[in-house]
């Protein structure tokens, strides 16, 4: 055989899947006649019946199932590597972040990528909920955590500490002594660490006044910039605010955060090229950040 009758075996293995010509001319949008044709064609090069009647209906013959079983796991095997092909050359990015993390880190950086690949066209999708990398359309994600995510790739980006901020310009001054924060209002977020950091600045935790629980890191934040009150910062977040003095740091006393920024990906997508150019760009930005390249 010369050259494979790629029309008729595609049209045979739609009806053998089937066991429906009508419905495989429906799915290849042909008519039933056209599949009627290239079956019979088939069957003429093959020199074996495929298809025997049965009933009202048709079924395979041996020859055809097997034929149809080895075509069918062909052509699943030639769309898996037409998918990883099109990746490949695929120039979108769909990357999931945290909101606080997107706002406060990592929007302000990104215009760096967009210079250093203009060819990636970057979707951005925000939010608190984990999404599942095979489900839900999303090639990376970068999270916050202790790095447990079974059946992902999963790679260390930063750690963090945890610190006292406040805006220059609070009402009343800002402290100058530990004791001074029982006479403010101090702002909290979902993790409420103002235990741990309090048990490491050697103070009780009774007694100081807090306001409203923020869940937003990036919102807490601002409302600290904004005078709302003194906010135990996480340092990634707000190393910007405090560079342009938005915000100041209060005191030396910090703690570490128990859970670190990762990347993740699906195994066998890692190495794709559009994933590959921004996890190489992300890690060349936070050893710039941090002074340290992350392994």
Same mark, same amino acid.
Not at 87 to 114: C, D, K, M, Y
Not at 230 to 244: C, P, Q, T
């Given at each position: 055989?010369d050259?494979?009758?790629l029309?008729?075996?595609?049209?045979?293995?739609a009806?053998?899947r089937?066991?429906?010509?009508s419905?495989?001319?429906?799915?290849?949008?042909?008519?039933?006649?056209?599949?009627s044709?290239q079956v019979?064609?088939?069957?003429?090069?093959l020199?074996?019946?495929?298809?025997?009647r049965?009933?009202?209906?048709?079924?395979l013959?041996?020859?055809?199932?097997?034929?149809?079983?080895a075509?069918?796991?062909?052509?699943?095997r030639?769309?898996?590597?037409?998918q990883a092909v099109?990746r490949?050359?695929?120039?979108t990015l769909?990357?999931?972040?945290?909101?606080?993390?997107?706002?406060?880190?990592?929007?302000?950086?990104?215009e760096?990528?967009?210079?250093?690949h203009?060819?990636?066209v970057?979707n951005?999708r925000?939010?608190?909920?984990?999404?599942?990398?095979?489900?839900?359309?999303?090639?990376?994600g970068?999270r916050?955590?202790?790095?447990?995510y079974?059946?992902?790739?999963?790679?260390?980006?930063m750690s963090?500490?945890l610190?006292?901020?406040?805006s220059p310009?609070l009402a009343?001054?800002l402290?100058?002594?530990l004791e001074?924060l029982?006479?403010y209002?101090?702002?909290r977020?979902?993790?409420?660490?103002?235990?741990?950091w309090?048990?490491?600045?050697?103070?009780?935790?009774?007694g100081l006044r807090?306001?409203?629980a923020?869940?937003?890191?990036?919102?807490?934040l601002?409302?600290?910039?904004?005078?709302?009150?003194? $906010?135990?910062? #996480?340092s990634v *977040?707000? !190393?910007?605010?405090? &560079?342009?003095?938005?915000? =100041?740091?209060?005191f030396?006393v910090?703690?570490?955060?128990?859970?670190?920024?990762?990347?993740v990906?699906?195994?066998?997508?890692?190495?794709?090229?559009a994933i $590959?150019?921004? #996890?190489?760009w *992300?890690? !060349?930005?936070v050893a &710039?950040?941090t002074?340290? =390249?992350?392994?």
């Amino acid at each position: 055989m010369d050259r494979l009758p790629l029309n008729a075996l595609r049209a045979f293995e739609a009806a053998a899947r089937h066991l429906s010509l009508s419905r495989a001319a429906e799915e290849l949008h042909l008519t039933h006649g056209a599949i009627s044709h290239q079956v019979k064609a088939l069957e003429a090069v093959l020199g074996t019946a495929l298809f025997q009647r049965q009933g009202r209906g048709v079924g395979l013959t041996e020859p055809g199932q097997h034929l149809a079983e080895a075509l069918s796991a062909s052509f699943l095997r030639i769309n898996e590597a037409m998918q990883a092909v099109r990746r490949q050359g695929n120039s979108t990015l769909t990357i999931s972040v945290l909101t606080s993390f997107a706002a406060r880190w990592l929007v302000p950086r990104l215009e760096r990528f967009h210079e250093a690949h203009p060819e990636v066209v970057l979707n951005m999708r925000t939010g608190k909920g984990l999404v599942d990398l095979r489900r839900d359309g999303v090639d990376m994600g970068v999270r916050v955590g202790k790095g447990n995510y079974p059946g992902l790739d999963t790679r260390f980006l930063m750690s963090e500490t945890l610190y006292v901020v406040a805006s220059p310009r609070l009402a009343g001054g800002l402290p100058t002594t530990l004791e001074d924060l029982r006479r403010y209002t101090l702002l909290r977020d979902s993790f409420d660490d103002w235990a741990i950091w309090c048990r490491a600045a050697g103070i009780d935790v009774k007694g100081l006044r807090f306001g409203t629980a923020i869940e937003d890191s990036s919102v807490l934040l601002e409302a600290a910039a904004n005078g709302g009150g003194i $906010a135990l910062a #996480r340092s990634v *977040l707000a !190393a910007d605010d405090l &560079a342009s003095g938005r915000l =100041v740091r209060l005191f030396d006393v910090e703690v570490p955060n128990i859970f670190s920024y990762w990347t993740v990906t699906l195994p066998e997508r890692q190495d794709e090229a559009a994933i $590959a150019k921004f #996890r190489a760009w *992300l890690e !060349a930005e936070v050893a &710039a950040f941090t002074g340290r =390249v992350p392994v």
